[in-house]
Every structure is written in structure tokens, then in C-alpha cells.
């Protein structure tokens, strides 16, 4: 019976990890604006299965992200922004409960950290 109940535990353990971190929904961010005041960055996420999709932006813009992976508590997508010249944003993170810990490299220097919180 001892063998039942703990095999049984450790599978049920064993399956919430193999489950993708809770992501779905709307996130929010501030970082710093060109003119150095903060500005609102808005994420929306979902999750199916390892593929992540969703959208982010501020003011009114929405773009969309791409190559979005989830891997556990780990996320990582791309933005990109075509001002005439392509600019290419990778973010890579983690999801740990109502924050996602995220980095954002342009591939010009220091990656841009960045605390994403559950919005309400």
C-alpha cells in the first residue's frame, strides 16, 4: 500500500513539472522611455503546449511576437520593429508565479532587464 501511495505522489509530482509555467493573460512592465521617464510596456501571452504566442507594445501599438517558446518555467520569444530598418528584440526568462524575470538584447551591448507582473 506504502508503494501505491508514494508512486502515486511522485507521479503526480513528476507532472506538474512537466508542465509549461501558467503565462496565459495580460503582463505589465516599466522601462525607461527615450526621454528617460518611465513608460508602460504591456505583454499578452498564450501558451499551447511548448509554443508561445502573443502580442506587446504600449500606447496603443500591438506587435506581435514570434518564435515564442515555453519550456517549463523558462520563456523565450522575438520582437521585431521594421522602422525602415529591421530592428530584431530577443527576450529570453522565467516565470516565477506572478513574474516573469525577462532580458532583452537588441545584439547592441548589455541585455535590458526587465520585471513583467501579473496584471489584474
Sequence with gaps: MKKIVFGT???MLMACFAF??????EWTTEIPGM???PMVVNFTF???????????GS???EIPISEG???????????????G??????????VEGKEIKL???MGMGEPMSMTLKKAK
Excluded: P
Design 9 to 11: 505522489a511522485l507521479i
Design 20 to 25: 509549461g509555467a501558467d503565462v496565459d493573460g
Design 35 to 37: 526621454d528617460g521617464s
Design 46 to 56: 498564450k501558451a499551447d503546449g511548448d509554443k508561445l504566442t502573443g502580442s506587446t
Design 59 to 61: 500606447d496603443g501599438m
Design 69 to 83: 517558446k515555453i519550456d517549463g518555467k523558462n520563456i523565450s520569444f522575438v520582437v521585431t520593429i521594421d522602422f
Design 85 to 94: 530598418m529591421e530592428m530584431r528584440m530577443t527576450y529570453k526568462g522565467t
Design 103 to 105: 532580458n532583452m538584447d
